[in-house]
């Protein structure tokens, strides 16, 4: 187990499975604890579960296990001894000792049947003690059922029971004898009422025979059904404040349930349910799709707050992104930021032109401000990063001749630093991403710096990068277009040489060979 997880699933049955696999499938960490309780480990086969139908209780969970697994997500053998609160977190004991945090919990403990005091009873249940029609039924097609009355809806379970066999016995045990009106219900549907306690079931060969009533007498039998009082699981909910609500069936209490919503969400933030333990009445296939809804419905939340965490540190890096300190740490927690050559539009567009003097801002590393120096010119590169400037400067001595004499390196931050008017043959401004106001502000600023006759080079990342793969700060309102840049310029003052979107060949994070595009502005002042 690892120490935290997206979710943490109480219960590995139909719902708990379900739930994980879509959640796995979501791409969440899912840790599933299964205390190897399920509630039809006796029964032979699983039905109504469409495309499942007769599969044995442990092979389904078999695969379900499997898939999840499949997926990424994790399943423990083990017990959940306390569910407590711990900051945002669920703090989850297992077995009494390792804990585990979750940001979220979906709780599939099942229920606990009740079964009546009837000596045999529990011995048999799930094998020819039944309990649901739908589930057995079709099982026990034409043999003989007796139905043990053990609360008031006796008779309508006598009734059901005679769609799947004409021999039906209603088993009085110590309910009442139904008035007259259900007798004659059961009479026209040939239902025999048979009065007296029922003392035991009888077996023979580990086959149930029939049962034995109190008078000494005994009925022939091939099943017997008992309606079990039908109790949530969910002891460990008790310190969260959820407790199980009575469920009514026909103005009758048949059993316990953790109430929640349609998706499974509890009265608890951030606790889900689902399966027996929200739905007494939930069959196999029911509570996987219950616990597929619930996993969809956690992963949703879970997305909701990813983004309320992601907006909060998206503007928090707005804020701090063009400090010193920022720059600092970024170039501190590296030996080298970037490549170390050039940048394209840089060499395409300079590599002609007549050496004088250069002001490159943001100059990062020096790649371009040493490569101008190289062809001759007389370069100005600042940069508001000390340790950036430090290495810039170093890469300037390694590049021999007179390269590191024909740079100066000057440490100021660009939002609040102005270039001498007028001094310069080329001013370049590669991959200067800022606010659109603050952007706009230092663009005049290098654009009065340039000296008549002169290039203006401003050069970006393109706003339709953001649909690639490409690694880009996702903030659109500091991308630009090199047609906004140029409309920025006052025309009297520039000739516009290039307004341009040019592809570029590159490699995405991943690996991927992928075209971006740089939005180049190239203006020549008058």
Partial sequence: MDDRYDVVVVGGGAAGLAG??????????????????????????VHN?????????????????????????????????AVDRGGTDFVVTVDGGRTVRARRLLVTTGLTDELPEVPGVAERWGRDVLHCPYCHGWEVRDRRIGVLATGPLAAHHAQLWRQWSPHVLLLLHDAAAPDAEEQERLAARGITVVPGPVAALEVADDTLTGVRLASG???????????????????????????????????????????ADPT???????????????????????????????????NGDLVGEDT?????????????????????????????????RPNPQLVAEAAELTPGRALDVGSGEGADAVWLAERGWTVSAVDISATALARAADHAKAAGGQVAERVEWTHADLLRWSPAEGAYDLVSAQFMHLPPQPRRELFARLADAVAPGGRLLI???????????????????????????????????????????????????????????DAVLLARRR
């Fill in 20 to 45: 994980a696999a879509t959640l796995a499938r979501a791409r969440r960490t899912v840790l599933v604890v299964d205390a190897g309780e399920p509630r039809n480990a006796p029964a032979d086969g």
């Fill in 49 to 81: 579960y469409l495309g499942r139908e007769g599969t044995p209780p442990a092979q389904l969970m078999a695969v379900g296990r499997d898939e999840v697994t499949g997926y990424g997500g994790q399943i423990v053998d083990g017990r959940v001894t």
């Fill in 217 to 259: 007498e005994t009925v022939a039998l091939d099943a017997v059904v008992v309606a079990p009082r039908m109790t949530a699981r969910a002891g460990l909910l008790d310190s969260l404040g959820l407790v199980p609500v009575d469920v009514e069936a026909a103005g009758h209490v048949v059993g316990r349930q953790i109430p």
């Fill in 264 to 298: 499974g969400a509890t009265a608890v933030p951030g606790v889900w349910v689902a399966g027996n333990v929200a739905d007494v009445f939930a069959q196999v296939i029911r509570a996987a799709g219950a616990g597929m809804l619930a996993g969809a419905a956690i």
């Fill in 308 to 340: 309320r965490d992601a907006v909060t540190e998206h503007r928090r890096q707005r804020e701090v992104m063009f400090t010193e300190a920022a720059w600092e740490e970024r170039y501190q927690s590296r030996p080298a930021v970037w490549s170390g």
């Fill in 459 to 517: 050069v970006g990342h393109h706003p339709q990068d953001l649909r690639t793969t490409a690694h880009r700060m996702h903030y659109p309102e500091m991308m630009y277009t090199a047609e906004q840049v140029a409309a920025d310029l006052d025309p009297g003052r520039f000739e516009v040489l290039a307004a341009q979107t040019r592809p570029r060949a590159a490699v995405d994070p991943d690996g991927r060979d992928i075209v971006v595009h």
